[in-house]
């Protein structure tokens, strides 16, 4: 059985840009939550993604968007890139609506 | 929506003494209370989690605790280890979809020998 796997570990870009996160989930769970770590901070929920389909979303704007693939890999997009969009930006994988959700290392965005 | 109140924010302890985190939720809606500890640089890991439909559970030297007519949950730490030494959070499920977490701001827990 394989733990939660994100992509890049580490990124650096400049305000306005655009980044692309990746998550694989862990093997048997369909169900992936993103969140956003900021320096000091509990992870806030940004949006959940089951069976290929959103399924909530938390106070963070349309800017931010994500994908979730047949086999449950996720991707978060954030356009127009920001300062306060630095973060460490998690993803957590379960199985179905109820499941204990087990994180991934994390993203470390860093927006210059 | 659901919010979550940690307390204290941070925690020094000696070797062996006990440890106690207090959480506050606010939605009598939230059913399901998970803890994690996040060691610095690492990934959160899930210590212990609670359901609605239990007042207490434990595992080894780790016991949570909840209270829903009050609306707050507990983690209590005993024989405490320098290896115990982490930023742990709170969370409740917010009820916003089917397993999003509310998480508090977290307690660092300093453990020294």
């Known amino acids: 059985e394989t733990g939660v796997t994100q992509s890049p570990t580490h ?3 400049t305000r306005g840009q655009q980044v692309t ?7 048997g769970h369909n169900t992936v939550s993103w969140y956003q770590q900021a320096l000091g901070q509990g992870p806030q929920f940004i949006f959940q993604y089951y069976r290929e389909e959103e399924n909530g979303r938390g106070n963070f704007p349309p800017r931010f968007s994500g994908l979730q693939f047949p086999n449950y890999s996720s991707e978060l997009n954030v356009n127009a890139l920001e300062l306060d969009d630095s973060a460490l930006y998690l993803c957590a994988s379960s199985f179905g609506t109820s499941g204990i959700q087990y994180f991934g290392a994390g993203t470390r965005l860093s927006v210059l | 929506g ?3 109140e940690q307390h204290p924010s ?9 440890a106690v985190i207090k959480c506050t939720y606010s939605d009598s809606a939230s059913n399901y209370f998970p803890w994690y500890k996040q060691e610095l640089g690492k990934r ?14 434990k595992d080894q030297r780790i016991a949570v605790t909840l209270n829903k007519t009050a609306k ?12 115990d030494s982490a930023v742990y959070f709170c969370a409740a499920d917010g009820n916003q979809a089917g397993t999003a977490l509310i998480f508090g701001k977290g307690t660092t827990l300093s453990v020294s020998s």
Request: hydrophobic letters at 30%.
């Open chain 2, 10 to 18: 941070t925690l020094s302890v000696q070797e062996g003494d006990s």
């Open chain 1, 21 to 27: 996160l990746r998550c694989s989930s862990q093997s």
């Open chain 2, 2 to 4: 659901e919010n979550v």
């Open chain 2, 72 to 83: 707050h949950f507990s983690l209590h730490i005993t024989e405490t280890q320098p290896e």
């Open chain 2, 44 to 57: 959160p890991q899930l210590i212990i989690d609670i359901r609605s439909n239990v007042g207490e559970k």
């Open chain 1, 11 to 13: 990124l650096i870009k």
